[in-house]
Antibody, heavy 119, light 106 residues
Framework: QVQLVESGGGVVQPGRSLRLSCAASGFIFSTYTMHWVRQAPGKGLEWVAVISYDGSSKYNADSAKGRFTISRDNSKNTLYLQIHSLRAEDTAVYYC????????????WGQGALVTVSS | DIQMTQSPSSLSASVGDRVTITCRASQGISNYLAWYQQKPGKVPELLIYGASTLQTGVPSRFSGSGSGTDFTLTISSLQPEDVATYYCQKYNSAPWTFGQGTKVEI
């Protein structure tokens, strides 16, 4: 079965960097476009970034431009999100999600990784 | 960028009621609209894509309609397990913007 498992979250000081990982299994990872979505505590869903199946195309939300880098390693079936210069407003649960073939909606989501930016 | 606006922000209804949630796009997005359900403390789940196509396994009491700028999610007979926040999302092009969510309570 399809599984997406995020890791790398935790408590981080403002200004530091963090790399989130999303390990994929149960499907051919290298053929799917993947996304990151975040959700601040008690708030709604915010789309963060997308990467094409082969990593050749990437796009960030305006709120994620400059400090967020999405990448993937298809040999390891893993998606990444590097966040630099962390701010308090980056505190959120970060989800990885798979984009469907038949549409461009997200049919599978990971369980999420909580990132707390605090001194 | 296209903005997605849901209404209402929250609603309370009784078991068996018909519930309708509206999502409006600031520009036309054809039928590139998805609905997600997020139960308290859980991961979002895809309910509907293409504005009206039910994802596999989603109960038939859920339905979606609309095209262009105006969309609706309808629960024909609200059940206790439908307590959740519902989000619309556009996916015709980047960015994949979500609506602000509609919290449904019993």
């Amino acid at each position: 079965q399809v599984q997406l498992v995020e890791s790398g979250g935790g408590v981080v000081q403002p200004g530091r960097s963090l790399r989130l990982s999303c390990a994929a299994s149960g499907f051919i990872f290298s053929t799917y476009t993947m996304h990151w979505v975040r959700q601040a505590p008690g708030k709604g869903l915010e789309w963060v970034a997308v990467i094409s199946y082969d990593g050749s195309s990437k796009y960030n939300a305006d709120s994620a431009k400059g400090r967020f880098t999405i990448s993937r390693d298809n040999s390891k079936n893993t998606l990444y999100l590097q966040i630099h210069s962390l701010r308090a407003e980056d505190t959120a649960v970060y989800y990885c999600a798979r984009e469907t073939y038949s549409s461009r909606a997200f049919d599978y989501w990971g369980q999420g990784a909580l990132v707390t930016v605090s001194s | 960028d296209i903005q997605m606006t849901q209404s209402p922000s929250s609603l309370s209804a009784s078991v068996g009621d018909r519930v309708t949630i509206t999502c409006r796009a600031s520009q036309g997005i054809s039928n590139y609209l998805a609905w997600y359900q997020q139960k308290p403390g859980k991961v979002p789940e895809l309910l509907i894509y293409g504005a009206s196509t039910l994802q596999t396994g989603v109960p038939s009491r859920f339905s979606g309609s609309g095209s262009g700028t105006d969309f609706t999610l309808t629960i024909s007979s609200l059940q206790p397990e439908d307590v959740a926040t519902y989000y619309c999302q556009k996916y015709n092009s980047a960015p994949w913007t979500f609506g602000q969510g509609t919290k449904v309570e019993i």
